[in-house]
């Protein structure tokens, strides 16, 4: 693939006849949903939102919507769903539409299935990822400025998906066609560039989904929004002093794609979150995407310590519509092959 072609596919920008305004919700499987609530309730600082008999809904503390992290308990820990806010509930149903012509395996939640949202439109993609749409979100009373009570970070609010796959070019164009812009993307040198990463966007922010050249498919990680790089480094704190310093994969540091100032920390069952600061604008109609090398140390880490091989090869496994495991290819490339050994 020739250079100037991987720029054109970053830079495409299509309209389709629905309305994603971001991505609003993920929802993990764990196996210990006391140690997961002691994890992102008194260590991270989220706000409980409600609990069922086997979940648990949070928030950030500027969230008004009921929740942007379910926690669900059950024998295969896994990512069950990644959901996304449309703009109407019309969009729904164009979204199903677009589905269905595409072959994907498409089903309606009703409302009052799930505390604290309307209906939802729930997708398994071509990738098969398990994506949910959902327009009406009930909403709960503003936190913002109960500083009296915020605790970790503070955490504010529910920003990204980073997804691994074998092919960040078709993923591209997917989310592409989805409405989806690039912001940043990563490929190789030479006459047969290959993309390794993609930033992908619908909210004016650097992205709502990043796609990562690794075994897939699979949930690299989901961001969390802190407010500036301090809370980041207080969250490292507190975590260290409650004894679990364990915790914390990489960082603190900044990444070159996106400027932020992160931190990536693994839960009770190894589902990767990181805490996220210091993105940029992107709602300019002009912006066009940004190139990095892959051979540029500085994309993955403008500054830190060396991402550990676990960064790379471990994520959540995502689930099928019958909740089993979605089976995993290798990738057939991996981007520290254009690193020395100092590739952070």
């Given at each position: 693939?020739?250079?100037?072609?991987?720029?054109?596919?970053?830079?495409?920008?299509?309209?389709?006849?629905?309305?994603?305004?971001?991505?609003?919700?993920?929802?993990?499987?764990?196996?210990?949903?006391?140690?997961?609530?002691?994890?992102?309730?008194?260590?991270?600082?989220?706000?409980?939102?409600?609990?069922?008999?086997?979940?648990?809904?949070?928030?950030?503390?500027?969230?008004?919507?009921?929740?942007?992290?379910?926690?669900?308990?059950?024998?295969?820990?896994?990512?069950?769903?990644?959901?996304?806010?449309?703009?109407?509930?019309?969009?729904?149903?164009?979204?199903?539409?677009?589905?269905?012509?595409?072959?994907?395996?498409?089903?309606?939640?009703?409302?009052?299935?799930?505390?604290?949202?309307?209906?939802?439109?729930?997708?398994?993609?071509?990738?098969?990822?398990?994506?949910?749409?959902?327009?009406?979100?009930?909403?709960?009373?503003?936190?913002?400025?109960?500083?009296?009570?915020?605790?970790?970070?503070?955490?504010?609010?529910?920003?990204?998906?980073?997804?691994?796959?074998?092919?960040?070019?078709?993923?591209?164009?997917?989310?592409?066609?989805?409405?989806?812009?690039?912001?940043?993307?990563?490929?190789?040198?030479?006459?047969?560039?290959?993309?390794?990463?993609?930033?992908?966007?619908?909210?004016?922010?650097?992205?709502?989904?990043?796609?990562?050249?690794?075994?897939?498919?699979?949930?690299?990680?989901?961001?969390?929004?802190?407010?500036?790089?301090?809370?980041?480094?207080?969250?490292?704190?507190?975590?260290?002093?409650?004894?679990?310093?364990?915790?914390?994969?990489?960082?603190?540091?900044?990444?070159?794609?996106?400027?932020?100032?992160?931190?990536?920390?693994?839960?009770?069952?190894?589902?990767?979150?990181?805490?996220?600061?210091?993105?940029?604008?992107?709602?300019?109609?002009?912006?066009?995407?940004?190139?990095?090398?892959?051979?540029?140390?500085?994309?993955?880490?403008?500054?830190?310590?060396?991402?550990?091989?676990?960064?790379?090869?471990?994520?959540s496994l995502l689930l099928d519509r019958g909740g089993e495991p979605v089976p995993t290819v290798e990738a057939t490339a991996?981007?520290?092959?254009?690193?020395?050994?100092?590739?952070?």
């Open positions: 693939m020739s250079v100037s072609t991987v720029a054109e596919r970053a830079a495409r920008r299509l309209t389709p006849p629905f309305d994603i305004i971001r991505a609003a919700v993920g929802e993990l499987v764990v196996s210990d949903l006391e140690a997961s609530e002691h994890f992102y309730v008194e260590l991270l600082g989220l706000q409980v939102s409600e609990r069922t008999s086997d979940a648990l809904y949070l928030r950030g503390w500027e969230e008004l919507q009921h929740h942007s992290l379910v926690l669900r308990r059950g024998p295969q820990v896994a990512a069950q769903r990644l959901v996304f806010r449309v703009r109407a509930d019309q969009d729904l149903h164009v979204i199903e539409r677009e589905f269905g012509e595409r072959g994907c395996e498409v089903e309606w939640v009703s409302d009052g299935e799930h505390p604290g949202r309307g209906r939802a439109l729930r997708v398994w993609d071509p990738f098969a990822a398990p994506l949910e749409f959902v327009c009406e979100m009930g909403r709960l009373g503003r936190t913002t400025q109960r500083f009296d009570l915020q605790r970790g970070a503070p955490i504010l609010r529910f920003d990204h998906f980073n997804l691994h796959t074998v092919d960040p070019e078709a993923s591209v164009a997917y989310w592409q066609e989805l409405g989806f812009r690039c912001s940043e993307y990563i490929s190789t040198d030479g006459a047969h560039e290959r993309m390794t990463g993609a930033w992908m966007y619908r909210k004016q922010a650097v992205h709502d989904v990043a796609l990562t050249l690794g075994r897939g498919p699979r949930l690299h990680h989901f961001g969390l929004w802190v407010g500036e790089p301090m809370g980041v480094i207080r969250a490292c704190d507190q975590l260290a002093a409650a004894g679990h310093a364990a915790s914390i994969e990489r960082g603190p540091g900044r990444h070159g794609v996106s400027n932020a100032f992160f931190v990536y920390l693994r839960d009770p069952d190894g589902h990767r979150i990181e805490l996220y600061a210091c993105d940029y604008f992107t709602g300019d109609p002009d912006f066009q995407p940004l190139r990095w090398s892959a051979a540029d140390p500085s994309c993955r880490s403008f500054w830190g310590t060396r991402a550990p091989d676990s960064w790379y090869e471990e994520s991996d981007e520290r092959d254009s690193h020395d050994e100092a590739f952070a």
